[in-house]
């Protein structure tokens, strides 16, 4: 089983940047496809981004393309979301989760552990 903390959040102004980190513990952190959600209040949780365990594919959301990168460094067991060009709309609890040699799915049934989250609030 794997623990997940997320760090980096904060508030920022629109076209700022945050770089988000996820910390993994007690698991095989590279066996893990790591992806990022996220959740605005009054609304569901949604994808961000996903790069699978072997770091070859990444997958993100249409809002957030060629905005974020997603990252990994299996040596420091840690998943980092770069955020550019943010914008009010991007303002959300983000969420780190993994899924056991996943598929990188958007879908959050997928990922079977999660961080307790992050806040990120940009400000027009």
């Known amino acids: 089983q794997v623990q997940l903390a997320e760090s980096g959040g904060g508030l920022v102004q629109a076209g700022d940047s945050l770089r988000l980190s996820c910390l993994a513990s007690?698991?095989?952190?590279?066996?893990?496809?790591m992806g990022w959600f996220r959740q605005a209040p009054g609304k569901e949780r949604e994808f961000v981004a996903a790069?699978?365990?072997?770091?070859?594919?990444?997958n993100y959301a249409d809002s957030v393309k060629g905005r974020f990168t997603v990252s990994r460094d299996n040596a420091k067991n840690t998943v980092t979301l770069q955020m550019n060009s943010l914008r009010p709309e991007d303002t959300a609890v983000y969420y780190c989760?993994?899924?056991?040699?996943?598929?990188?799915?958007?879908?959050?049934?997928?990922?079977?552990?999660w961080g307790q989250g992050t806040q990120v609030t940009v400000s027009s």
């Open positions: 989760a993994a899924d056991q040699l996943g598929p990188g799915s958007r879908r959050s049934a997928y990922y079977d552990f």
């Open positions: 007690g698991g095989s952190f590279s066996s893990y496809t």
């Open positions: 790069i699978t365990w072997r770091g070859a594919q990444t």
